[in-house]
């Protein structure tokens, strides 16, 4: 069975808000319904690519960066998955 799993990076290319799940003390949640991460600290949203869709940042974010995207790649073998950086 194939299955996506999406790894962001934790930081909010904002204002550097923590977007860790809420119940561990951060600022990010995942809006099932539109299929985005939203950053509660000044609710950016973001796309499953990254991209920036909208908040109220849009306002005063003169610059919107995506969040940052990492691949997961696994071993089916080992039953592990590991998150590859960038570079």
Known sequence: DDAT???YDAICPHLQCEMTPSAAG???AWD???N???CQ???SRFRTDGTFVEGS???GWANPQPAATYTVEFDQTAGTGVVK???
Do not use: Q, R
Request: proline fraction near 0%; aromatic fraction near 0%; glycine fraction near 20%.
């Open 5 to 7: 799993v999406l790894a």
């Open 85 to 87: 950086a960038a570079g």
């Open 32 to 34: 099932k319904a539109k």
């Open 57 to 59: 940042t849009n306002g």
């Open 36 to 38: 985005e991460l939203v």
């Open 26 to 28: 951060g600022v990010g």
């Open 41 to 43: 600290c000044h609710m």
